[in-house]
């Protein structure tokens, strides 16, 4: 009873978390034009809480298993709370990015401490339960978020900075008075390695699963293409509201999560996940230039629905290979995993904001390339009989 208590208090702090993440997103190219900004500073902005979130996640789960839990989750919070109010009040273009990068510091310790709490708290056969639980959350955060940002800001862009900066505050308050701090772990979580973060990737890449990694990063890479611009691109072209880019974004969000909660299994088991990734990839790439030959709002919803139906189940088949073939721990080839989507998108929206500014439809064309890369990568270096990488040369020993 006392776990299920605590469930809901985590899931209730995640959707508030992502609630606010996901309010900014049809908000911020509204922001940066009103600074007399364009595609760059959009991107940068939104690549500056990936790469803080890249390097700060892994040093705050670290952190919350010497300190304890509690502490860095309440931190977590009040940094999302305190990033969202410096959003809200930013009257300079400094500001928005002062406001990020604080977000991509803080806030982002509160995902891995979430779900170390959750393993900490739960037997090993109620874990991925758990696990699922801090997932739905950010799921109905993402999908929600942008629906309520769009509609907020008819009255002012500001206003749903304050509501998620108040929402947080409610969030840290129920964390301090009512969740307690977990027991002790007897097998406490593995303590990160001291090795450089991207030399681990490196090592990754040259390995015998490398190639799933490079397909993670480039799947990452053309969805932000997507994302990180598609609301300045809605506005400019077709001159979208922030309402109707939050309204577009959460029926988008609503497809993703039915494709990837209901359909994706059923897709793997019948074709399985090679089929399944190499279907997706070329159909998100046709998908990104069938956006660019939108005309109307109905065009536009139905190419980038017909996008994130194709997109939407690339992840976690590519995921499921990478553990399937993982010769070493599940945990540390998922994080390997994470780092990879996390290096996409970061790059991506910088990508993505430099060649808008050069034309507005070279985000979704190029896109559409690294897309049509991974396909082809998938088609040389994958069998479906097997799921068994084709390598050019046995991997060597580990011992050697």
Known sequence: MQNNKNLIILFLTMIVVMLGFGMIIPILPFYI???????AALGALMSTYGILQFVFAPIWGSYSDRIGRKPVLML????????QLLFGLSSELWMLF????????????????????????????KRSGG??????????????????????????LSLPFFLAAGLSLVALLLIFLVLPEPPHSEK????PSRKPQLAEMKQ???GPIGVLFWMAFLLSFGLTNFEGIFGLYAADRYGFTPNRVGLTLTIIGLISAIMQGVMTGPATRRFGEVTVIRAGMIGSAIGFVLMTQASDFLQVLLTACFFIFCNAMINPSVAALISKRASGGQGVAMGLNNSFLSL????????AGLVYDLHMNLPYLSGAMVLLIGFVISLAALRPESGVLITAEPPLDSNT
Do not use: E, H
């Open 33 to 39: 034009k009103s600074f007399g900004a364009s595609g």
């Open 76 to 83: 977590g919070v009040l940094g999302n709370a305190l990033a």
């Open 98 to 125: 002062a406001a990020r990068a604080l977000a991509g510091i803080l806030s982002s310790a509160t995902l891995p401490t979430a779900m170390a709490y959750v393993a900490d708290t739960t037997v090993k056969d």
């Open 131 to 156: 696990m699922g639980v801090i997932g739905a959350a950010m799921g109905i955060g993402m999908v929600l978020g942008p629906g309520l940002g769009g509609l907020l800001a008819k009255n002012s």
């Open 188 to 191: 406490p979580l593995q303590t």
């Open 204 to 206: 990754a890449l040259l």
């Open 344 to 351: 996409g998108r970061i790059v991506g929206p910088l990508w």
